[in-house]
T-cell receptor
Framework: DVKVTQSSRYLVKRTGEKVFLECVQDMDHENMFWYRQDPGLGLRLIYF???????EKGDIPEGYSVSREKKERFSLILESASTNQTSMYLC??????????FGQGTRLTVV | GQNIDQPTEMTATEGAIVQINCTYQTSGFNGLFWYQQHAGEAPTFLSYNVLDGLEEKGRFSSFLSRSKGYSYLLLKELQMKDSASYLCAVRDPGGSQGNLIFGKGTKLSVKP
C-alpha cells in the first residue's frame, strides 16, 4: 500500500513563528502536493512539485514556501505564521492519473 | 479558470440509493475524480472518469458527460458508514500531471 506520512496530526504555533510541515511518501512518486482544507472552501492547492528541486505555485501560495530536496519528501514552510493560516493541511502524492494518495492531515492552529 | 459545483449537503436513508451531482466549467479537461472523506480523515480515491459513460465499482458508480460538463456519483444500498463528504475533482490540463482542482464537497448523512 502507498503510504503518505505527515509529521504531525495536530500542531499549535504562535503568530510570527516559522513553521515546517513535513510529508514523506514511500512509492517513488514524482508528483507531490500541499493543500489546505477549510470549511465551506474545500481543498485548495498551495504548491506542488513534479520533481526534486522543482516547485510550482498553486492557487493560494502567499505566505507559504516549499522545499523538495529528496524525491520522497516535500516540506511546506510558513515563513511567519498568522492566525488566518489556521487550517487543516493535506499532503498528497501521485504518479499521475487516476489516483492521488493523501496523508492523514495536519491540523494547525496559530494563536 | 476552473469552477466545480456540487451540493453542500445531502441526507439519505440506510438501504436507499443516492446520487451526488457535480458540474464543472473548465478550459480543458483531463479527467474527473471522486474522493470520499470521513470526518477528520484524509480523502480516499473512489473513481475516475475520462470518457463519457458509467463506471461501476461495487456499490458505487460514477457517470460522466463531457459535453454537458456533468458527473454524478451513485451510491447504492446505503450503509451508515457511507456518511462522509464526497469530493468531486477535475484534473487541471494546464498544470502538472496529477494536479487536481477540487469542488467544496458534499456532506452526505445516512439515517437509519
Amino acid at each position: 500500500d502507498v503510504k503518505v506520512t505527515q509529521s504531525s496530526r495536530y500542531l499549535v504555533k504562535r503568530t510570527g513563528e516559522k513553521v515546517f510541515l513535513e510529508c514523506v511518501q514511500d512509492m517513488d512518486h514524482e508528483n507531490m502536493f500541499w493543500y489546505r482544507q477549510d470549511p465551506g472552501l474545500g481543498l485548495r492547492l498551495i504548491y506542488f512539485s513534479y520533481d526534486v528541486k522543482m516547485k510550482e505555485k498553486g492557487d493560494i501560495p502567499e505566505g507559504y514556501s516549499v522545499s523538495r530536496e529528496k524525491k520522497e519528501r516535500f516540506s511546506l514552510i510558513l515563513e511567519s505564521a498568522s492566525t488566518n493560516q489556521t487550517s487543516m493541511y493535506l499532503c498528497a502524492s501521485s504518479l499521475g492519473p487516476p489516483e492521488a494518495f493523501f496523508g492523514q492531515g495536519t491540523r494547525l492552529t496559530v494563536v | 479558470g476552473q469552477n466545480i459545483d456540487q451540493p453542500t449537503e445531502m441526507t439519505a436513508t440506510e438501504g436507499a440509493i443516492v446520487q451526488i451531482n457535480c458540474t464543472y466549467q473548465t478550459s480543458g479537461f483531463n479527467g474527473l475524480f471522486w474522493y470520499q472523506q470521513h470526518a477528520g480523515e484524509a480523502p480516499t480515491f473512489l473513481s475516475y472518469n475520462v470518457l463519457d459513460g458509467l463506471e461501476e465499482k461495487g456499490r458505487f458508480s460514477s457517470f460522466l458527460s463531457r459535453s454537458k460538463g456533468y458527473s454524478y456519483l451513485l451510491l447504492k444500498e446505503l450503509q451508515m458508514k457511507d456518511s462522509a463528504s464526497y469530493l468531486c475533482a477535475v484534473r487541471d490540463p494546464g498544470g502538472s500531471q496529477g494536479n487536481l482542482i477540487f469542488g467544496k464537497g458534499t456532506k452526505l448523512s445516512v439515517k437509519p
